[in-house]
């Protein structure tokens, strides 16, 4: 039995947590599944890198060791969770994949492209995801309700850049998507959580339904 694999991007600020516990319910309520998990992160080896890439540590050296520390991390998220969740037939739903990296590090850490390919495929060995959901809204947003978030914690290693950083960024996810459509769906995010949640839903179900993944039970998304 084969799974789904749905990636989540976004700005800081996006509501890409919100989203993900949201359709992980809807989907439960289904009969599915469901695997949430995140990067860096979602295996041991890639927690470890996890807080060395957060907390600024690698900053001083570059995006390329950055861009080869979230490699190293997601090469053990694919290895040791990702690729098996999905062949056994679970529905994965993953907060950041590759397209934070050609994002961060490859787009506003200028990194040579051919580099950035070459280091995705060697990360990934082919798992690419079956629907990514890029969450928009302008950077300035996404920035007010990160801040909130944080309250009186210091800003990440991402959250603290400049603003036209952020705003680069998300032009960015804006140009994969319109590169890659059959994967990448634009959901406007300056709208309540409900109504994105329903949304996401909706794509989701025409897309298991395009895979002949039938559904256990018939549920509504929550307001």
Excluded: W
Aim: include cysteine.
């Amino acid at each position: 039995m084969q799974g789904l694999f749905i990636t989540f991007e976004g700005g800081e600020g996006a509501g890409k947590s919100t989203q993900i516990a949201r359709l992980a319910e809807y989907l439960r309520g289904q009969g599915d599944d469901v695997l949430v998990t995140r990067e860096p992160g979602g295996s041991p080896g890639a927690e470890a890198v996890r807080h060395v890439i957060l907390s600024g540590a690698a900053e001083p050296f570059g995006p390329a060791m950055e861009a080869l520390l979230f490699a190293a991390a997601r090469n053990d998220h694919v290895e040791q969770v990702l690729r098996q969740a999905v062949k056994s037939g679970r529905m994965v739903l993953c907060d950041r994949y590759i397209d934070s990296s050609r994002v961060y590090q490859g787009v506003t850490g200028d990194l040579d492209p051919g580099l950035m390919r070459a280091i995705e495929q060697a990360a990934i060995n082919g798992l690419m995801p079956d629907l990514t959901i890029i969450l928009d809204l302008p950077a300035e947003v996404g920035l007010q309700r990160a801040n909130a978030r944080r309250g009186a914690e210091a800003a990440d290693r991402f959250e603290k850049e400049t603003i036209d950083l952020h705003r680069k960024r998300r032009d960015s996810y804006l140009a994969i998507a319109a590169e890659e459509p059959d994967r990448c769906k634009v959901v406007a995010a300056d709208r309540p959580a409900g109504e994105i949640a329903k949304e996401i839903a909706t794509v989701v179900d025409q897309l298991k339904a395009n895979r002949g993944i039938k559904t256990k039970r018939t549920v509504e998304v929550a307001k």
